[in-house]
């Protein structure tokens, strides 16, 4: 029978709940109560048919509680006058609230409700969008919302996360809880101290003013007779981001890879650098403007991703070319094969007509299903190889 049961009229009050709606109404929006429940009853012929069934459905209905039950009067040409269920009604937030056993949640959301409008009432239009998310965070909320108080009063502080000195804070409740407050500190700041530019959880400290960990670049230089810096020739260097772009060591080639032991292992070649590509993205060697002048090479898996990150980086310096990444490369170490777990299947702009054509042979495995090949696979003497035709004058 398809009549509505008590679970499934219940079911329809916990949807409501798990959309907010009945937490939003303590915060004195429009009231959704009283609550008409959606009700499937028999027909004329289930009445006749499915006498004894039905008489046991209303009596289910009767015996719920924290319902009101509006009847409607009807006669059956062989039952005679009878009352069936017509409407079913939760008058009250108070009765819905029991009926889900979330009285006790709704008491710590008033509650929330009340530190809210005492602390920050500019944000209690949140708590009517975000109910369950706020309830969910009601142990700490009293804390962020003191956190929020102290980043009004102190705005772009200019300090790292770790230094915000509140008494019961930690500073890794902020950092645990950055894209929440994000959207407490966009309601509650003055738009002039918040940086619109930066977003994301990456940005965090850029958009509301503190300081962020420095971002570090990690190099060689491969010119034994360099002696732009003294002393550091085939030293293995890392730079914060600022200090690297005003290094400037007069190289005219720069190597990029992503496999430490290719880093490390990478042959000495004059006039040259290598930096290891694994940990930042390709805007921190942006701040490098001599960068652009210099022969760029990147060497990276021959799969979809590492056609990817070539796209990505020629996004920062349009003249980067590929090393190692042709399908002759990859036909001659066949024996290396493996397999790409979660193959890239965008377009890329930016690869060379070559370099589309492999990538599209990848991703539509017409060589081999989810194919690669790791940079770390390729044979040293055929790096090397490589390097001489690369590097020898036309």
Same mark, same amino acid.
């Given at each position: 029978?398809?009549?509505?049961?008590?679970?499934? +009229?219940?079911?329809? /009050?916990? #949807? !409501?709940?798990? &959309?907010?709606?009945? %937490? =939003?109404?303590?915060?004195?929006?429009?009231?959704?109560?009283?609550?008409?429940?959606?009700?499937?009853?028999?027909?004329?012929?289930?009445?006749?048919?499915?006498?004894?069934?039905?008489?046991?459905?209303?009596?289910?209905?009767?015996?719920?509680?924290?319902?009101?039950?509006?009847?409607?009067?009807?006669?059956?040409?062989?039952?005679?006058?009878?009352?069936?269920?017509?409407?079913?009604?939760?008058?009250?937030?108070?009765?819905?609230?029991?009926?889900?056993?979330?009285?006790?949640?709704?008491?710590?959301?008033?509650?929330?409700?009340?530190?809210?409008?005492?602390?920050?009432?500019? +944000?209690?239009?949140? /708590?009517? #969008? !975000?109910?369950? &998310?706020?309830?969910? %965070? =009601?142990?700490?909320?009293?804390?962020?919302?003191?956190?929020?108080?102290?980043?009004?009063?102190?705005?772009?502080?200019?300090?790292?996360?770790?230094?915000?000195?509140?008494?019961?804070?930690?500073?890794?409740?902020?950092?645990?809880?950055?894209?929440?407050?994000?959207?407490?500190?966009?309601?509650?700041?003055?738009?002039?101290?918040?940086?619109?530019?930066?977003?994301?959880?990456?940005?965090?400290?850029?958009?509301?003013?503190?300081?962020?960990?420095?971002?570090?670049?990690?190099?060689?230089?491969?010119?034994?007779?360099?002696?732009?810096?003294?002393?550091?020739?085939?030293?293995?260097?890392?730079?914060?981001?600022?200090?690297?772009?005003?290094?400037?060591?007069?190289?005219?080639?720069?190597?990029?890879?992503?496999?430490?032991?290719?880093?490390?292992?990478?042959?000495?070649?004059?006039?040259?650098?290598?930096?290891?590509?694994?940990?930042?993205?390709?805007?921190?060697?942006?701040?490098?403007?001599?960068?652009?002048?210099?022969?760029?090479?990147?060497?990276?898996?021959?799969?979809?991703?590492?056609?990817?990150?070539?796209?990505?980086?020629?996004?920062?310096?349009?003249?980067?070319?590929?090393?190692?990444?042709?399908?002759?490369?990859?036909?001659?170490?066949?024996?290396?094969?493996?397999?790409?777990?979660?193959?890239?299947?965008?377009?890329?702009?930016?690869?060379?007509?070559?370099?589309?054509?492999?990538?599209?042979?990848?991703?539509?495995?017409?060589?081999?299903?989810?194919?690669?090949?790791?940079?770390?696979?390729?044979?040293?003497?055929?790096?090397?190889?490589?390097?001489?035709?690369?590097?020898?004058?036309?």
């Amino acid at each position: 029978m398809k009549w509505s049961t008590p679970d499934e +009229l219940r079911a329809q /009050l916990q #949807k !409501r709940w798990e &959309r907010g709606e009945l %937490l =939003a109404s303590l915060l004195g929006s429009e009231s959704p109560f009283p609550i008409r429940l959606t009700l499937k009853t028999p027909t004329s012929p289930d009445m006749a048919e499915h006498f004894d069934q039905v008489r046991t459905w209303i009596a289910a209905l009767r015996a719920m509680p924290h319902c009101r039950i509006e009847m409607r009067e009807f006669n059956h040409r062989l039952l005679g006058a009878n009352a069936i269920p017509h409407q079913i009604w939760v008058d009250t937030l108070a009765a819905a609230l029991v009926w889900l056993g979330k009285k006790r949640d709704a008491e710590r959301f008033n509650t929330i409700i009340a530190i809210t409008r005492a602390q920050q009432p500019q +944000l209690l239009p949140w /708590l009517a #969008k !975000r109910p369950l &998310r706020a309830l969910e %965070l =009601a142990e700490s909320w009293s804390l962020l919302l003191t956190i929020v108080g102290w980043l009004k009063a102190h705005p772009r502080p200019g300090i790292y996360l770790r230094q915000v000195d509140i008494p019961l804070v930690h500073s890794k409740l902020i950092e645990a809880h950055r894209a929440l407050l994000s959207e407490l500190f966009d309601l509650s700041l003055a738009p002039e101290t918040i940086d619109f530019n930066a977003t994301g959880v990456n940005q965090f400290a850029q958009r509301y003013g503190f300081l962020d960990k420095p971002h570090r670049i990690r190099f060689r230089l491969l010119d034994l007779i360099s002696t732009r810096l003294p002393g550091a020739q085939l030293a293995d260097i890392t730079l914060d981001a600022d200090s690297f772009a005003r290094l400037n060591p007069a190289i005219s080639r720069v190597f990029i890879t992503e496999n430490e032991i290719n880093f490390l292992a990478f042959p000495l070649l004059p006039d040259s650098m290598v930096i290891f590509g694994a940990g930042y993205g390709f805007e921190m060697l942006s701040k490098a403007e001599w960068l652009s002048c210099c022969q760029m090479i990147y060497w990276g898996d021959i799969d979809t991703h590492g056609y990817a990150i070539l796209d990505q980086l020629r996004n920062h310096f349009p003249h980067a070319q590929s090393f190692l990444m042709d399908r002759t490369t990859l036909m001659a170490f066949e024996t290396q094969w493996g397999q790409e777990d979660k193959p890239m299947l965008r377009d890329l702009p930016r690869l060379t007509p070559d370099e589309a054509a492999l990538f599209d042979d990848l991703r539509d495995n017409r060589i081999k299903k989810h194919l690669r090949l790791e940079q770390e696979r390729i044979g040293f003497t055929w790096v090397e190889a490589a390097l001489t035709i690369l590097t020898s004058p036309i």
